[in-house]
């Protein structure tokens, strides 16, 4: 007999007069190197939020079931732009500003930059420091995955459908990416601990080719996303409540001292180490 498929898991939670609605799912193990996670989501507000979405070694994808959220510009708080039925957002180095009038509901998919780019088939230097509307990158035969995965009855049945699609470029994919896929899996293992004159005599490349092939197929240079990867290693510790002097993290996740840090915090969140912690608390009551 097979052993059954994992089923959505689904958390509720109030606080004050908002509530919120959280389904996730493990990817099947076929589809991990490609997908990071996903989770459905409803959030209701009593007024508009607007949320500091901090960079990620991976590409986001956003389907909307619900009114658009407004993104602004990376960096930026004063343009935004709109993209109904979701969008795509390529990995930056810099924070950008999501808001929303007091109601979403979609589903987000985090796709490994590999993922991303069997899935899409486009170049990730395309999406790098962008957003992109989900509708004009996603391949012909799944133009209406939005409303498809709108007009599903069931959590289950929308992370099936992902996983389907997802699965079906891959099997198509004509585009090689075995060394870069190596060279990604060292980064991450290491948490961004890596001498890149190293990773290239591994590789068996110049520096220069190596550069070359992560911005087509991660979308930045092996360095950066080295210092993305460190930095998400200590988001996540943080968001789960962790403890520890900036001193202590700084040694525990690899950087030179407190001041290397609070360098890069400040670089990718847009604000001081201790507020940047301060939300990354508030949002870990939103994990299931």
Do not use: C
């Not at 076929?30 to 990620?56: A, M, Q």
């Not at 619900?66 to 930026?76: E, H, M, Q, S």
């Not at 950066?224 to 520890?244: C, E, I, N, P």
């Amino acid at each position: 007999m097979h052993a059954l498929a994992p089923r959505a898991q689904i958390v509720r939670g109030t606080s004050g007069e908002s509530r919120w609605e959280l389904a996730t799912r493990p990817p099947s193990p076929r589809l991990r190197p490609y997908i990071r996670d996903y989770s459905g989501y409803t959030e209701e507000t009593p007024g508009p939020l607007r949320r500091r979405e901090f960079p990620v070694p991976q590409v986001v994808v956003i389907i909307e079931f619900g009114p658009p959220l407004r993104v602004f510009g990376a960096g930026g708080d004063r343009v935004h732009s709109l993209y109904p039925g979701g969008f795509v957002a390529g990995l930056d180095d810099t924070f950008t500003l999501t808001e929303h009038d007091g109601f979403q509901r979609g589903l987000q998919l985090n796709l490994t930059p590999i993922g991303a780019r069997l899935f899409f088939g486009v170049p990730m230097a395309e999406l790098t420091g962008r957003v992109v509307s989900a509708r004009d990158l996603l391949p012909r035969k799944h133009a209406r995955l939005a409303e498809r995965l709108e007009e599903l009855p069931t959590w289950d049945a929308r992370f099936d459908l992902i996983e389907r699609a997802l699965g079906e470029r891959v099997d198509e994919a004509r585009i090689e990416t075995g060394v870069v896929s190596w060279a990604f899996r060292r980064i991450q293992e290491r948490g961004g601990a890596v001498d890149m004159r190293a990773l290239a005599r591994e590789l068996g490349y110049s520096q220069k080719h190596v550069i070359d092939l992560f911005r087509e197929n991660v979308g930045v240079p092996p360095k950066l996303l080295a210092r993305l990867v460190r930095f998400d290693r200590l988001v996540q510790h943080l968001k789960a409540g962790a403890s520890g002097t900036w001193a202590e993290l700084a040694q525990r996740f690899g950087y030179y001292d407190q001041a290397h840090l609070a360098r890069d915090v400040k670089q990718f969140t847009g604000t001081t180490p201790t507020r940047a912690r301060a939300q990354l608390i508030d949002l870990s009551g939103l994990s299931p």
